[in-house]
């Protein structure tokens, strides 16, 4: 369990800090990641911010694979004291106990479901948080599409394209 609290007026330094900091721990078997990021501005539903230090927290969170799992709004219908996790079905029963003394900060109660086990599977799953993105995005960027669907169907389409991203992906 990791509990943060970020300053409406941080810098920018700092919140990147912050994101490695979040990106290391993601590699937890199971991480609880709460508090109060102070972001009213995303759009929790559609994923969306407004403003580029809400954008980049957003892309942390979808970089290290993060689920949101408060639903309530708290203060002026902002959602700003999250609960994150990196396993599904480890949070639940999440729910806003009110106002801790003169704070305008709201109490959020939740439970820990289960112990967070690793399944083991015989069948091979890819591993994305060792993931090089800048690479594979490199790679997929020198493919000249225009050359490589010239003429295809969406069925011929999608396999050369299906075949394209498994070859980038080795």
């Known amino acids: 369990m990791v509990s943060c609290y970020g300053p409406p007026d941080q810098e920018d330094l700092t919140d990147e800090a912050l994101y490695r900091q979040v990106g290391a721990a993601s590699c937890s ?38 689920l949101q799992v408060t639903e309530e709004s708290m203060r002026r219908g902002a959602m700003l004291d999250l609960v994150l996790t990196n396993k ?18 709201e109490m959020v109660e939740f439970k820990i479901l289960r112990a967070a086990r690793r399944a083991h599977s015989k069948l091979p799953t890819l591993d994305f948080r060792r993931t090089d993105f800048g690479l594979f995005r490199d790679l997929i960027a020198r493919i000249p599409w225009d050359k490589a669907l010239e003429g295809r169907g969406a069925q011929d389409s999608w396999l050369v394209f299906k075949d394209r991203l498994l070859q980038a992906q080795e």
């Open 29 to 66: 078997q199971a991480l609880v990641l709460m508090g109060d990021f102070n972001h009213p501005n995303i759009c929790w539903k559609g994923n969306t911010a407004g403003h580029k230090q809400s954008r980049r927290f957003l892309e942390c969170i979808d970089d290290n694979f993060l």
């Open 88 to 105: 599904d079905g480890l949070v639940g029963d999440v729910k806003l106990k009110g106002s801790l003394g003169c704070s305008d900060h």
